[in-house]
């Protein structure tokens, strides 16, 4: 049985598409990078991650999970200091970087929120 500490439970997640479509139509935060885009909105309650890896831009099953085992991991053991709603959108190219590469682009887009005023 895995460790509680490593999950990452349904009530931090986006899980339908009303969730999904309220980050996208009330977007406060954004930012981008040639590889991923982050968009989020403040949340009363907790934070929430949503992800879209689109197969268009990461062809195979395989760097799908990798992507999103990545970013599922950066959002448990660095949460936002705010409670927010985000989604990740994956963009052409993703797949080519490496797991560091992934983890630093991910910290430099939480930065970018951070310093917009999702996160403070």
Not at 5 to 14: A, K
Not at 34 to 48: A, D, G, Q, V, Y
Not at 87 to 112: C, F, H, M, Y
Request: glycine share 4%.
């Amino acid at each position: 049985m895995a460790d509680q500490g490593f999950t990452f439970p349904r009530t931090s997640r986006l899980l339908n598409a009303s969730d999904f479509s309220r980050v996208f139509k009330h977007c406060e935060f954004r930012a981008a990078s040639k590889h991923l885009l982050l968009l989020s909105i403040t949340n009363p309650s907790h934070s929430r991650l949503g992800l879209i890896i689109a197969k268009k831009h990461v062809r195979l099953a395989v760097q799908r999970n990798r992507i999103k085992r990545i970013i599922r991991e950066h959002f448990r053991l660095s949460p936002p200091n705010k409670n927010i709603d985000a989604v990740v959108l994956a963009r052409p190219g993703l797949a080519d970087l490496s797991n560091d590469e992934i983890r630093r682009t991910l910290a430099t887009l939480w930065q970018k929120i951070e310093r917009q005023g999702a996160t403070t």
